[in-house]
């Protein structure tokens, strides 16, 4: 099922709840406090499972309606992930508007604690782009429906590194499909964003013996991603004219768009973030016509929540370990299943997903 956009619908409604009823969410709540300068959103889009959970995102979006999408989709991925993963969670998603480097402090994430709080427990939160297990320490300050907390608090700390290896066990699935093998062994591999997920994909991927290209729009990172691995550092204007095996975006989303895809030139797609097909139904289809098998994000990616997911029961990381290696089956299942029915990748995960919750969902109504 494609995701709807704002265009689909008849503008003269309220656009906010237009924008609601297309994926149908279930709850929005807008945040301010001028004191701090707090401007968040956070979006929960489902609930049939369990609590939303998903992380909260600090980022300067240009407007209020970009942030709005952002995190209306970014939410609607989590509900999809969870259900995917076989986790009891719904899906909900945050994003704190602003500049990470200039406005973040105490002040203000207490006061994002305090609205996360007066939910009651329908959204979970935690870590995402421009925030960290301490931004997470200070949160629950105010709240207790806080995870990926750091060790020494009994949470799980970064989820980065079990994040990475839900993507390499998918990528390694990718290729048993593509090349007959699932060693990476001499492939060609572009990541894109070598982050906290980035690096240590790249790490695996090193010591498996495949030949990696990286790009950052940090020069620092990339400087010391380069000197550590070994790695070929790539400038953003020429990454997509290399001759590669993989391409593993593992920055921001919709980098699978129709300029990448003219020049794209790899037989997988398989990387960390969110949301990578600029259009799902566009470019969905287009990266199959292209030939190019395509892990949807939100199966690759889901090691993060998986690991967050068992903080809430008393961590454990050979556990979460574990459950995210079976991100490699799932990745595997939903090709076989695309291929034989003759549909796009994400379409296959995404009636995965729906499946269990529309099943889910009768249970609840019997009790």
């Not at 105010?142 to 993507?167: I, Q, R």
């Not at 921001?252 to 139904?281: P, R, S, W, Y």
Request: net charge negative; aromatic share 6%.
């Amino acid at each position: 099922m494609e995701v709807k956009t704002i265009k689909d619908t008849d503008l003269s409604q309220n656009p906010v709840i237009a924008q609601m009823s297309l994926n149908n969410h279930e709850q929005i709540l807008f945040c301010n406090d001028n004191a701090t300068g707090l401007k968040a959103i956070i979006a929960i889009h489902n609930t049939v499972l369990g609590p939303s959970l998903g992380g909260t995102r600090m980022w300067n979006y240009n407007n209020e309606m970009e942030a709005l999408n952002d995190v209306l989709r970014l939410s609607r991925g989590m509900t999809y992930k969870s259900s995917v993963a076989g986790l009891n969670l719904g899906g909900g998603k945050a994003v704190i508007i602003g500049d990470s480097k200039k406005i973040k402090n105490e002040a203000l994430l207490r006061r994002f604690g305090k609205f996360v709080n007066s939910l009651g427990g329908k959204y979970i939160t935690a870590e995402d782009v421009a925030m960290s297990s301490r931004d997470m320490e200070i949160i629950k300050m105010e709240t207790d429906h806080v995870s990926g907390l750091p060790e020494n608090m009994g949470g799980s700390g970064d989820p980065s590194p079990v994040t990475a290896y839900g993507v390499y066990v998918s990528m390694k699935a990718s290729a048993k499909e593509v090349w007959g093998s699932d060693n990476l062994a001499g492939k060609k591999v572009l990541v894109q964003g070598v982050g906290h997920v980035g690096e240590v994909l790249v790490g695996y991927l090193t010591k498996d013996g495949a030949k990696v290209y990286v790009n950052d729009i940090s020069e620092e990172r990339l400087k010391d991603v380069a000197g550590k691995y070994g790695v070929v550092v790539v400038k953003a204007e020429e990454m997509f004219d290399l001759d590669i095996d993989i391409y593993a975006p593992c920055a921001l989303g919709a980098t699978v768009n129709d300029d990448t895809l003219a020049k794209l030139k790899c037989k997988i797609i398989c990387g960390a973030a969110n949301n990578q097909l600029a259009n799902e139904h566009i470019h969905g289809q287009a990266v199959l016509k292209q030939g190019i098998l395509y892990a949807p994000d939100f199966v690759v990616n889901a090691g993060g929540i998986i690991n967050v997911y068992y903080e809430l029961e008393g961590y454990n990381r050979e556990r979460a370990l574990s459950h995210a290696e079976k991100i490699y089956d799932t990745t595997w299942n939903i090709i076989q299943m695309a291929k034989k029915e003759g549909i796009p990748t994400y379409v296959a995960a995404t009636r995965i997903a729906e499946q269990r919750i529309e099943s889910i969902a009768k249970i609840n109504a019997v009790l």
